[in-house]
């Protein structure tokens, strides 16, 4: 019995001494909320301007396109009862193609403009995680997340990564 004791209390000291040396050893974990810098960061925002300039003219356009389908429905709803009925029938056709053209090229403007986000972030998140690593090996981190259900503010380095992209150009 004594032995099995004395064994009890070996073991009891080999995880205290080894919960010492793992506190000693102390792990640096870091923090980055990527929904932060993908808005507030100047490549972020440098990506924004650059889609808004490249797609303002196809939006022009479909608003252009949109307008005229309104005015054309506008017309047939006040004059498609004096209308004949050959007329009236043309106008409710050429309603109905330019609506089915309208909804194309939404769709084609909507998945182009989501194609070229969807590159504008991967090179933003390319950037972003060379600045990290970056970070990481200057501050010797062991451990930085980017998502995580509870974080302490204090590991949180964002605005240094954000700091570094507006440095980067």
């Known amino acids: 019995m004594k032995r099995f ?3 009890m209390l070996a073991a009891a000291l080999a995880v205290c001494s080894l919960a010492a040396q793992a506190q000693a050893a102390e792990i640096k974990i870091g923090f980055i909320d990527a929904d932060r810098i993908n808005r507030e960061s100047a490549p972020a925002e440098r990506a924004t301007k650059k889609l808004e300039k490249e797609f303002a003219p196809r939006e022009q356009e479909l608003r252009k396109m949109e ?5 054309l429905q506008g017309q047939l709803e006040k004059d498609g009862l004096t209308m004949s ?3 009236r029938r043309n106008k409710e056709q050429e309603l109905g193609r330019q ?3 309208f909804q194309r090229l939404q769709r084609e403007f909507r ?3 989501n ?5 504008e972030l991967a090179a933003l998140f390319e950037r972003a995680n060379k ?3 970056q970070i990481a090996e200057a501050e010797k981190f062991d451990l930085i997340l980017q998502e995580a259900v509870y974080r302490n503010p204090r590991i949180d380095i964002t605005d ?6 507006a440095a980067d150009k």
């Open 67 to 71: 307008q005229q389908i309104k005015s």
């Open 85 to 87: 009925e050959t007329d």
């Open 5 to 7: 004791h004395l064994l």
């Open 111 to 113: 998945e182009d403009l």
């Open 99 to 101: 609506t089915r053209e």
């Open 115 to 119: 194609l070229r986000r969807n590159e």
């Open 160 to 165: 240094k990564v954000l700091k570094a992209l």
């Open 131 to 133: 600045v990290i690593k």
